[in-house]
Structures are given as C-alpha cells and as structure tokens.
T-cell receptor
Framework: NAGVTQTPKFRILKIGQSMTLQCTQD?????MYWYRQDPGMGLKLIYY???????DKGEVPNGYNVSRSTTEDFPLRLELAAPSQTSVYFC?????????????FGSGTRLTVV | AQTVTQSQPEMSVQEAETVTLSCTYD???????LFWYKQPPSRQMILVIR??????QNATENRFSVNFQKAAKSFSLKISDSQLGDAAMYFC????????????????FGSGTQLTVLP
C-alpha cells in the first residue's frame, strides 16, 4: 500500500516556466489537499478537493490550478513560476470522515524558482 | 479564519527527560479536532496524537500525551523519556467545522516548534 505518492521530489524552475506536481493516492480517499510549506513556517492550504470533479480554493490559491478527474489523482499546476513559489509542496488525503483521524501526507516536493 | 499559535520556535531537552510543547488555537465552534504532527528531516509528516474536543480525557499515545484545556483553548504536547529519534519539527493543527455542513474541513497548522534532543 503506497499511500500518497508525490512526484517529483525535487525540481528547479526558471522564472516564467510552468510545471505540474503530481499526486496520487491508492487508499480510495475522497478528500485530497495541496499545501505549501515555506521555510520555518507551517503548512498553508492551496487547494482541496472533496471528490472527482470538485475542487475549491484554500488560503493561498493564487498562481496555482488543480484538477481532479479521478479519485486517485490530484495534480497541481504552476503557471508562470515566480520566486515567491519557492517552497515545499505537500499533497495529502483523507477518508469520508473528512480528516477527523488526520490526513495522510505525501513526502513532499521541494521546488526552487530561480 | 482559524488560527493556531505555537509560541516556542525552538525547544531542547536532555535525552530521557520530559519536555512540553505549547499550542493555542482560536475557534468559536464546538465540534473540532486537534492534532500534533512530527516532521523529521526526511520531511514526512507523521501524526503523533489526536484529540477530540468533545472528550474531556486527555489523549495519550505511549510516551506522548496532551494537556487539553478547552476553556483556555490550549493544547500542549508532553513527550516523556525523550529519545534522540524524537528530534524533529512539531506542528500543532486544528480541524474545525460543523459536522452537519458536509463540506471539507481543512487542517490549519501552527508555525512549528523545532525540538532538539541532547544526548
């Protein structure tokens, strides 16, 4: 059982480039989330999804887009990368309990925009 | 917006001793859950312990326990018999929202406390 898998683990982007961070889970979880963690800070919610075809903005959505075409996958798209998007990105998921037993997190993607 | 505050950016403890990490939160809801997550250098977020707000009894998980003071909105983590493997960043988090709403509730995190364990 792989849990939540994120790819890539590391990436360097140039300003203005675009990329997609991949996230997939094999636990049949309805809810999926994207967080970013800036150095020395806690995690902030970017986007979340309550099921296939349904997404919504979190606290810091600007500069990002998401889609949820299947239960398993929840990719995060960065368009026109900026230095302010340098961060560690975490994908997470939770079951129908909506996270009352906590989330399962991926191992993160460290993104540097130069 | 919900807020979670961890006022101790760094803490240190001697191996085998006890340490307490502080956390306060803000909510007017009655239905919520509180968590402590551990983040070692590997970056993996590991759930340490959870507390249901409607339960008065403090949660415990082996060497980890919480002191949940609902009226004061305080949720501290006590680590007993500290081990070198406990060294990590610790995050307090809240999950707040009416269970009848049917909407997704999101974890809100504090800024973290970096715990160092001294041999």
């Amino acid at each position: 059982n792989a849990g939540v898998t994120q790819t890539p683990k590391f990436r360097i982007l140039k300003i203005g480039q675009s990329m997609t961070l991949q996230c997939t889970q094999d636990m049949n979880h309805n809810y999926m989330y994207w967080y970013r963690q800036d150095p020395g800070m806690g995690l902030k919610l970017i986007y979340y999804s309550v099921g296939a075809g349904i997404t919504d903005k979190g606290e810091v959505p600007n500069g990002y887009n998401v889609s949820r075409s299947t239960t398993e996958d929840f990719p995060l798209r960065l368009e026109l990368a900026a230095p302010s998007q340098t961060s560690v990105y975490f994908c997470a998921s939770s079951y129908r309990d909506r996270g009352t037993y906590g989330y399962t997190f991926g191992s993160g993607t460290r993104l540097t925009v130069v | 917006a919900q807020t979670v505050t961890q006022s101790q950016p760094e803490m240190s403890v001697q191996e085998a001793e006890t340490v307490t990490l502080s956390c306060t939160y803000d909510t007017s809801e009655s239905d919520y859950y509180l968590f402590w997550y551990k983040q070692p250098p590997s970056r993996q977020m590991i759930l340490v312990i959870r507390q249901e707000a409607y339960k008065q009894q403090n949660a415990t998980e082996n060497r980890f326990s919480v002191n949940f003071q609902k009226a004061a909105k305080s949720f501290s983590l006590k680590i007993s018999d500290s081990q070198l493997g406990d060294a990590a960043m610790y995050f307090c988090a809240s999950l707040i929202g009416g269970i009848s709403s049917g909407s997704a509730r999101q974890l809100t995190f504090g800024s973290g406390t970096q715990l160092t364990v001294l041999p």
